[in-house]
């Protein structure tokens, strides 16, 4: 059972242009929603993260949109520059302390590839 | 700080054959993780551990073992390596208070198994 659903598989965009990747979850007990980017031949780094209590939370070109009701959550690269082009993970989290780790459920990713 | 560091950063394997990937963290954190990942994926969990002497199964534990017998230290033990666990294995920290805190990633390990 897939807990966080992600896509597009993969986006090309134009330099300047709007990335939009979306994901979806199941669990409502998640309540932690980061978003990772990984480069090739590196390991994931946090990029931004939000909680349900807010809608939206911006990070200079990065916009993460929440909607809990639908239960999804979007990640919206503004300007979109070459220097974007990674494999972007969502995931999400319980706030499951007194039984685990805080473990993370991550999306399948996304590959963008930013064109000049 | 250095942060995560994983050795080696590529393996090849024999079937049959055992190795243990490394993993260390410099930042005191509390909480330690063992990823795998393979292509179109994502990443999976396969153990953790929230502090010396404490460790869990993940989603994707069969295997594999792990330690912890120090804060810095979490290595992942493979015994009798399949072609199934070809992968790139990440380590990750988080400091783990009362909410969840930013997972730190380590370079990876790149395992092949023939």
């Known amino acids: 059972q897939q807990q966080v659903k992600q896509s597009p598989q993969s986006l090309i965009v134009q330099k300047g242009g709007i990335s939009i990747i979306n994901c979806a979850y199941e669990n409502t007990a998640f309540d932690y929603f980061p978003w990772y980017q990984q480069f090739p031949g590196k390991g994931p780094a946090l990029l931004i993260a939000?909680?349900?209590?807010?809608s939206e939370k911006k990070e200079g070109r990065f916009t993460i949109s929440f909607n809990k009701s639908a239960k999804q959550f979007s990640l919206h690269i503004m300007d979109s520059q070459p220097g974007d082009s990674a494999t972007y993970f969502c995931a999400a989290s319980k706030d499951s302390r007194g039984a685990g780790s805080y473990q993370l459920t991550f999306g399948k990713g996304t590959k963008l590839s930013v064109i000049p | 700080n250095a942060g995560v560091t994983q050795t080696p950063k590529f393996r090849i394997l024999k079937i049959g054959q055992s190795m243990t990937l490394q993993c260390t963290q410099d930042?005191?954190?509390?909480?330690m993780y063992w990823y795998r990942q393979d292509p179109g994926m994502g990443l999976k969990l396969i153990y953790y551990s929230v502090g010396a002497g404490i460790t869990d199964k993940g989603e994707v534990p069969n295997g594999y073992n792990v330690s912890r017998s120090t804060t810095e230290d979490f290595p992942l033990r493979l015994e009798l390596a399949a072609p199934s666990q070809t992968s790139v294995y990440f380590c990750a920290s988080s400091l783990g208070l009362e909410s969840p805190t930013e997972q730190f990633f380590g370079p990876g390990t790149r395992l092949t198994v023939l």
């Open positions: 930042m005191n954190h509390n909480y």
């Open positions: 939000i909680r349900p209590d807010v």
